[in-house]
């Protein structure tokens, strides 16, 4: 009933499955070095203990017998102790529960409320000395003081869902008994992944869940064929900055490029916090990168982020909020440090944020003088601090088999491609689309490589068209699809077979995520991508 593994332990994935399956199996706790952040939270919400312990994994074998002290926070197996750190006291009613599925059902049994959080003050808003995610963590539980490992109870300002999780979510809210949800106008439904149907009982499981989800607890804000969630989510201005957010889904961290705390949650925490409002973070502690220079021409915010992933490796941000800011940060559109932030999960990120600045605030049509509370205190107190110049950088591209693996275009040079994917909420706004079609302009794709564009939204869509970006990709011989995850989720819109090559401008490039265990995936920026397209082999956008 005790599994001991090694570091970053567990699925990054939303999905609780992962955490499920040893439930299942009567494992009851789980010592590691680390965990995958959203694993960590899916675990507990399960009934499932975990500890962080480094060095017990030396001393054991499998049918040792392994004793966990949560009293006095240590962890012993044969004649060696190890310590731990204490688990706090909400968790531990998760688990004693049985799971945060029974612990939600005794709280509507119990005719449980969410008290009313206390309002903070302009000036205790603009105090010094927080990074960004503890400032916004503060500001919405409320409370005046907060540092690293902290528990605060948010309200959260918005959830989200999307049509993956619809019949799961479902099936939760009848199983702990919610009649009415705490707000449905905090609350939206996309149908993005599943769209259109794809794959067998698509349709009538996820699809009519969704509907049936909206009817019965009243949720007006439904989003059906109308673009991917991430990038809805800030184009309707669902996901605003100094907010706490969440969804369904691990790359919810892209509203961070705007200033808002956001990271994607499990079907059983969103049943619990659409039931309750209220929603438990641990306050992380934060990296600073500080981005100097200007991105010089063919170099984009994608390159800047697959650098740092490479430089740091997939737990290099475990359960940290990657905060950036300088010069280079300041130069990106929104549409850039979305594409940042969303990355940031594939650092094991809690989250990804950047500074309020006056392009935020044009962005969503709000005074600067409400948001800029949201700005890097030379005062806080930072795990360490990255610092790049973006000058210096060229192209960067993830190869096979991780996210991590990243090597400058200089050292890929030449890599034959079979497809190349433009779009995903990591690179399907309007910005990425001009990147891609300014290379692409008057030119043929190469006869054996299937070039797709997926525009990220409607809205997207429509102003490609407008613009002429879709009549140059159409030309170039690119297959255009209508908004939707397509691909960058494996669903099957030019899935791939063994041994074949794919360059993608989206956020993961896992084994199997895109076709065959065998298929090999690379990611990079619109740019290089494009630049491919048309040579058939991984091409440096400069020379073009």
């Avoid at 899916?42 to 500890?51: D, P, R, W």
């Avoid at 409370?143 to 690293?148: G, R, Y």
């Avoid at 990355?343 to 600045?357: R, T, V």
């Avoid at 610092?387 to 050292?411: A, H, K």
Wanted: aromatic share 8%; charged share 25%.
């Amino acid at each position: 009933s005790i599994v001991v593994a090694e570091e970053n332990y567990g699925e990054g994935s939303s999905r609780e499955h992962a955490a499920m399956e040893p439930r299942f199996l009567n494992v009851r706790v789980i010592l590691a070095k680390s965990f995958a952040r959203i694993f960590f939270r899916n675990a507990f919400n399960n009934g499932i203990i975990l500890l962080q312990c480094d060095g017990i994994q030396e001393v054991v074998k499998g049918g040792d017998i392994v004793t966990v002290d949560l009293e006095n926070k240590t962890v012993s197996a044969n004649g060696k102790s190890f310590p731990v750190g204490a688990i706090p006291q909400n968790l531990l009613e998760i688990v004693e529960h049985g799971g945060l599925v029974e612990d939600t059902k005794a709280k509507i049994k119990a005719g449980y409320k969410a008290p009313e959080l206390p309002v903070m003050s302009d000036a205790s808003l603009r105090r010094k000395g927080f990074t960004l995610a503890e400032k916004i963590l503060r500001k919405n539980a409320g409370v005046e003081e907060v540092k690293p490992g902290d528990i605060v109870v948010t309200h959260p300002d918005f959830l989200m869902i999307h049509d993956i999780y619809t019949p799961y979510l479902l099936d939760t809210l009848h199983e702990m008994g919610t009649k009415e949800i705490d707000d449905p106008d905090k609350v939206c439904i996309v149908f993005d992944h599943c769209m259109p149907t794809a794959v067998a009982k698509n349709d009538s499981a996820h699809y009519d869940a969704g509907l049936k989800l909206a009817e019965e607890y009243g949720i007006k804000k439904l989003h059906i064929g109308e673009g991917i969630c991430h990038s809805l989510m800030h184009e309707k201005f669902y996901a605003k900055p100094g907010e706490v957010q969440s969804a369904t889904d691990s790359h919810t961290t892209t509203y961070g490029g705007a200033g808002c705390f956001c990271s994607g949650i499990g079907t059983a925490e969103m049943a619990a916090a659409l039931t309750t409002g209220e929603l438990w973070f641990k306050v992380p502690s934060a990296i600073k990168v500080v981005l100097n220079g200007h991105f010089p021409k063919g170099v984009f915010s994608k390159d800047i982020i697959l650098r740092i992933l490479g430089d740091i490796t997939a737990s290099g941000a475990q359960y940290k909020s990657l905060e950036f800011t300088g010069p280079a940060a300041r130069e990106m559109s929104l549409d850039a440090r979305f594409t940042v932030a969303n990355m940031a999960l594939e650092a094991g990120a809690k989250c990804g944020l950047f500074e309020a600045d006056e392009k935020t605030a044009a962005y969503y049509g709000i005074p600067l003088s409400e948001i800029d509370w949201i700005r890097i205190d030379d005062e806080a107190q930072y795990e360490k601090v990255l610092t790049y110049d973006v000058s210096t950088l060229e192209p960067q591209l993830s190869c096979p088999q991780g996210v991590d693996n990243v090597y400058p275009i200089s050292e890929v040079l030449g890599t034959p491609m079979d497809e190349v994917y433009i779009g995903s909420c990591t690179n399907g706004s309007l910005e990425d689309l001009k990147a891609a079609a300014d290379i692409l302009r008057g030119k043929k794709v190469a006869n054996h490589v299937r070039v797709i564009v997926v525009p990220a939204t409607n809205t997207v869509f429509k102003e490609a068209i407008e613009k002429g970006y879709i009549k140059d990709f159409i030309e170039a011989g690119c297959v255009i699809s209508h908004p939707c995850c397509g691909l960058c989720c494996g669903m099957p819109y030019g899935l791939m077979y063994d041994d074949e090559r794919i360059l993608l401008t989206a956020n993961r490039n896992f084994i199997g995520r895109q076709g065959t265990k065998k298929t090999l995936g690379y990611l990079s920026s619109p740019a290089v991508a494009a630049a491919t397209a048309l040579t058939g082999v991984v091409t440096d956008p400069r020379t073009l």
